[in-house]
């Protein structure tokens, strides 16, 4: 009866229904009133059922909300009230989509700006482009730049939408569409990062990969005149270090950031052992010195990166701006890690067994 009393759009009867039954009671496929009246898109009844105590955030056996219902069908008044009364926005379902995603898939474009717009709300400056583009909704992305979104709109942090898809933690569908949009690759931020920076930074292979093929920058640098193989190599992003070297023909491994380190530092100093030979292979110097006179080795002695050491102990010692070698670093603290380096440096160079 309250589920005819709802499809009918019976607001008399349900409220008469409602007296004594349990409003989230649900049936055999987990939905409850709420998910009946969302579906049939009846606004009085939902809010009737949102003010007598309905919750906002079950599902049902296809991980839906109300939410989900009301998206999947385009009733976007309704989907203002569920969101005033605190519906979750990013619920997945059991195939991993949220509202939005079905916003989108069915063409519902009001609905799709309500929920972006409700999450960009409460972001720093953000755009709807912007929060698509960093969860990676596709068909939302298509949609937005079929309407006349800009991609080259700037969040408070200075970050366009490519710079969030390319940080992001999905494949780079959303990197290509804004990219054939005409964004800018080398967009930079307010610490004047591109969106290739990011990507190595994350890791970001598939991303760096679609930047590099639209020409963007790889040797820009940001604010502390770091690269993108400077974080790339840093992270210990190996991948990303061989798209960025190969178009340089082995380039930048000797560019240096505002403490004159090299990509080569940057990985010795975090014991990135396979990208430190990398760049060894493709040029790197053993012996170049940043602002305190530190070489790679030094930076791994300091760490006591046994790894990263043993690649290159063999290509020679050089000391920093105190005058001292890696041998010296690595013995000038009485810590275990610090006193196994010593001992590997010595039988490097023969001075034990």
Request: hydrophobic residues 40%.
């Amino acid at each position: 009866n309250l589920k005819c009393g709802i499809k009918k759009g019976d607001l008399l009867l349900l409220e008469e229904l409602l007296k004594d039954s349990d409003i989230n009671t649900v049936n055999s496929s987990k939905e409850t009133l709420l998910h009946v009246a969302a579906e049939n898109g009846h606004l009085p009844i939902t809010e009737l059922l949102i003010r007598k105590g309905a919750r906002l955030d079950l599902q049902n056996d296809a991980g839906h909300t109300a939410l989900h219902r009301a998206a999947s069908r385009g009733h976007t008044e309704l989907m203002k009230a569920l969101v005033k009364a605190g519906a979750p926005i990013h619920n997945l379902d059991l195939k991993g989509k949220t509202p939005i995603h079905l916003a989108a898939e069915n063409r519902h474009l009001k609905s799709v700006k309500l929920l972006v717009e409700e999450e960009a709300r409460h972001q720093d400056g953000l755009i709807p482009l912007h929060i698509a583009s960093r969860q990676g909704h596709t068909d939302t992305v298509i949609q937005l730049l079929h309407n006349k979104a800009e991609p080259g709109v700037k969040d408070r942090l200075g970050r366009t939408a490519l710079h969030w898809a390319a940080s992001s933690q999905v494949d780079s569908c959303v990197v290509d569409l804004l990219l054939s949009a005409k964004a800018d690759p080398d967009a930079t931020d307010n610490e004047k990062k591109t969106p290739l920076h990011l990507a190595a930074m994350e890791g970001k292979v598939d991303m760096a990969i679609s930047l590099l093929s639209h020409r963007a920058k790889r040797r820009a640098r940001d604010m502390d005149g770091s690269t993108p193989l400077h974080y790339a190599a840093a992270g210990g992003h190996v991948s990303v270090v061989t798209a960025l070297l190969q178009p340089l023909n082995n380039k930048g491994t000797e560019d240096r950031n505002a403490w004159r380190k090299t990509p080569l530092h940057t990985a010795a100093e975090k014991g990135h052992d396979s990208v430190a030979l990398q760049l060894l292979e493709a040029g790197a110097k053993i012996n170049a010195t940043d602002h305190n006179k530190d070489t790679p080795l030094h930076c791994a002695a300091r760490g006591g990166h046994h790894k990263v050491m043993k690649i290159l102990v063999n290509w020679g010692q050089a000391k920093n701006n105190i005058g001292k070698t890696p041998l010296q670093v690595a013995e000038s603290k009485h810590t275990p890690e610090r006193e196994n380096t010593a001992i590997l440096l010595k039988r490097k160079m023969f001075l034990m067994k």
